[in-house]
């Protein structure tokens, strides 16, 4: 988020700079809706390899291998949470 400016962001999301404004008040408010939204992903999958009902080991895997995808798939994730 260091070094990145608002109107940066906007170019790169393709919005104007008063879209970005409307919806976020700050670039700091932006960033912690990203942050809660990467938290509330990695809540979900965490949830759902514990709700398969199986033994530690294979719930990790499945916890572990699900984070994985996201990440892999998702660099934005990995920003947010500063694993990159």
Known sequence: MAGTSV?????RARIRVST???HFASKDALYQEVQERVHGQVRE???SALGQ???LRETTRAAVGA???L???NRVALRTLGLE
């Open 7 to 11: 109107r940066d962001i906007a170019r």
């Open 20 to 22: 970005l404004y409307h």
């Open 45 to 47: 999958l965490v949830v």
């Open 53 to 55: 009902g199986l033994d």
């Open 67 to 69: 984070l994985f995808d």
């Open 71 to 73: 990440f892999r798939s």
